[in-house]
């Protein structure tokens, strides 16, 4: 898949308020600072598209893009370590926990996750929400410029250790760095091949 145009929709702070669900549609999300916006960004090939920061918790809305006029792309709150009082924490969680639920043009979110560190318990909750509620996800894992060869397979190894306590088979996963333009074919691929499985 080629990006000819990656445009910016609308910000929304409930399900209901999002674009009619009338494309086939990825969500992103992760712990905060996960290199969530610079991945969208690389992805796209705009680098201003989704809003990046130093700040954890910059996201506080579900933001939808529309790519190729074919399919929408959701940047999602992160979850995790925001500076913010905890009843706005609360309201997020609720926000993201509708949208994914309810949202049923969705086909697949992707689940962002640090690669340089061990597996997060907040992650492997998350993880986990979504596979008891039967939602299609994969992993991508982040940052891996910021690692050996042998670091990134020893960290990847780790993880897929833990979440096979709990998992009979491990989730489709990618791993990806912003700065290395190509790894988002991978991620291209998978969703021009998911987009076929649409349908109104």
Known sequence: MIIHS???LISSPEVFACPK???PEYAFIGRSNVGKSSLIN???NNKGL???SSTPGKTQLINHFI????????DLPGYGFAKTAKTNRDKWEKMIKDYLLKRPNLLSTFVLIDSRIEPQQMDIDFIEWLGLQKLPFVLVFTKKDKLSRGELT???DVYKKRLLQNWETLPITFTVSAKQTEDKTELLQFIEETNKLFKI
């Open 21 to 23: 669900p009338d494309l």
């Open 6 to 8: 990656a445009l910016y």
């Open 42 to 44: 690389m992805i796209t």
């Open 50 to 52: 989704a809003k990046t």
């Open 67 to 74: 790519i190729n006029n074919e399919w929408y792309l959701a």
């Open 154 to 156: 020893h960290n990847l």
